[in-house]
């Protein structure tokens, strides 16, 4: 998986960016949250990504901070949502407004984002309440202290299929002086299947 991506930013739009890297130019998909924190034209940008692999196409998606790509993340696992209509979301409401509104089940607020009815606003609640919030893993990851690469091999073990609370509890084993995300991966794997 191509999990982040550094370059030079040669087209910007509310929804795409062309990113030159060794003379070749890679579209990323993005929301409009990451697209207002974007360098200018001819700067250098690093986005992290999700990568998508389908049948007729691989797309790449990008994101600016690690909690909008946990929430992609998490959103595209719920069923009836896709990734366009996961980028609607996080282009219509912050990480932590969403967050919250899922914790309140505020889903007059969650209809209003692009592509949200009323049924899929309530699944939303119903399958992410207890992935995020509370005594769960926050997707404001940064108020836990975890670093960056904590934060990725998190984002790694939900697509490994862990529950965020498996994964949490994983990850606060893993020794703090382990830096890279492969050697945190396997220090919270080893103690998730010791138990």
Do not use: W
Request: proline share 3%.
């Amino acid at each position: 998986m191509i999990g982040s991506i550094k370059g030079k930013l040669k087209s910007k739009g509310p929804n795409q960016v062309l990113i030159e890297v060794h003379g070749l130019g890679y579209e990323v998909d993005i929301p409009t949250s990451t697209f207002y924190d974007l360098p200018d034209l001819g700067d250098e940008v690093f986005l992290l990504t999700h990568l998508q692999v389908r049948e007729d196409a691989h797309i790449l998606y990008g994101f600016m901070r690690e909690q909008e790509r946990t929430l992609f993340r998490l959103l595209i696992k719920v069923s009836g949502i896709g990734a366009r209509t996961a980028l609607g979301v996080l282009s219509g409401i912050s990480v932590e407004q969403f967050e919250a509104c899922v914790q309140s089940k505020d889903h007059l607020t969650l209809t209003k984002l692009p592509g949200v009815g009323k049924k899929t606003a309530e699944r939303l609640v119903i399958e992410l309440k207890d992935k995020i919030g509370g005594d769960r893993i926050n997707l404001t990851i940064s108020d836990q202290g975890f670093k960056d690469s904590k934060n990725e091999a998190f984002s790694a073990l939900l697509v490994l299929g862990y529950k965020s609370h498996e994964a949490k509890k994983a990850l606060e084993s893993v020794d703090p002086s382990i830096e890279t995300v492969e050697e945190i991966l396997k220090v919270a794997l080893k103690s998730v299947h010791s138990k």
